[in-house]
């Protein structure tokens, strides 16, 4: 069982082009389930046979995670990498049929993604001191994700390259190594001009600024951390006196959000973000439609 669990994983970082974390998260959760299944089919040094699991071997895995108090939303993550994996297995003839063909994916809650208002917006992206070389960079960054709605692994591992002025666009490098080329606003460009000619060469010092040099860098001028992002986000949500739990994902549906309101269509929504489902999508629409109930609720006079 273990070597076939090293060929997938093989599989998944040279086929599928799969993250260090999605990695790290699929071997987890499949040696999780190889350990249960050695105790259940009583087999001795975990040498689990795939064509000895079956749907029921892995719905009684599933209802004693249930039993340990586990959220759904694990319990579908770690479905999502028993489905891959045994797809896997199939593909290369090793079993004939899936055993999760008959098990179902629990049901999720649906929860709206937190949003900020324009105001609550605004505030955020005056909150950094841009007389400053740290404060135009921090400036510059929250443009970015506003204009953009890029994830906060794709604005951190944008290079001076990856970004045009001239035209407007940054090209950035998506889940599963997938490039889109994404549009920023005037203000963004502006910003990041700003940092760009007085903040960034302050930071720098004597690192070069080549193609490839980190676009946002810190006090040594190394590449900012995705730590480090959520510190910077978390100091100016306060500063900005927004009472609300925000992320930098937060701003990724700030963004989505805020395109919707104002017209745009959901498949151009779609290729901003990145997603390959539409359906990925589609909760900015409930979140749109929450908003013109509260609207409503709070405006009409006899709502």
Do not use: W
Not at 61 to 84: H, N, V
Not at 259 to 268: E, V, Y
Request: charged share 25%; proline share 4%.
């Amino acid at each position: 069982m273990y070597q076939y669990l090293d060929d997938f994983q093989v599989y998944l970082q040279v086929e599928k082009n799969a993250s260090p974390r999605t990695l790290e998260s699929y071997q987890r959760d499949l040696f999780q389930l190889v350990d249960f299944l050695t105790e259940e089919l009583a087999v001795e040094d975990k040498q689990v046979d795939p064509r000895m699991i079956n749907h029921l071997l892995v719905r009684r895995y599933l209802a004693a995670m249930q039993e340990k108090g586990l959220a759904r939303t694990s319990i579908a993550r770690k479905l999502a990498a028993f489905r891959s994996f045994f797809k896997y297995l199939c593909r290369e003839g090793i079993i004939e049929e899936s055993p999760l063909r008959s098990v179902a994916t629990p049901k999720l809650e649906k929860k709206l993604p937190r949003f900020l208002y324009q105001d609550d917006m605004l505030a955020l992206l005056n909150a950094p001191d841009v007389t400053t070389s740290l404060g135009l960079r921090d400036r510059a960054m929250l443009e970015t994700f506003y204009a953009s709605g890029i994830r906060i692994s794709e604005l951190v591992n944008l290079d001076l390259g990856q970004v045009d002025l001239g035209v407007g666009y940054l090209r950035v490098l998506g889940k599963g190594h997938k490039e889109r080329v994404v549009p920023i606003g005037s203000y963004a460009l502006e910003a990041i001009q700003r940092y760009l000619d007085k903040g960034r060469p302050l930071l720098a010092g004597k690192e070069p600024a080549g193609f490839n040099a980190p676009l946002f860098i810190n006090r040594e001028g190394k590449r900012l951390t995705a730590r480090g992002i959520r510190y910077l986000v978390d100091k100016y949500v306060h500063k900005a006196s927004i009472n609300q739990h925000i992320s930098p994902h937060t701003l990724r549906h700030t963004f989505a959000t805020h395109l919707l309101d104002a017209g745009a269509d959901l498949r151009s929504v779609q290729e901003l973000l990145g997603h390959v489902k539409m359906s990925t999508t589609q909760i900015y629409t409930h979140v749109t439609r929450e908003r013109l109930k509260n609207v409503y609720q709070n405006s009409h006079p006899r709502a």
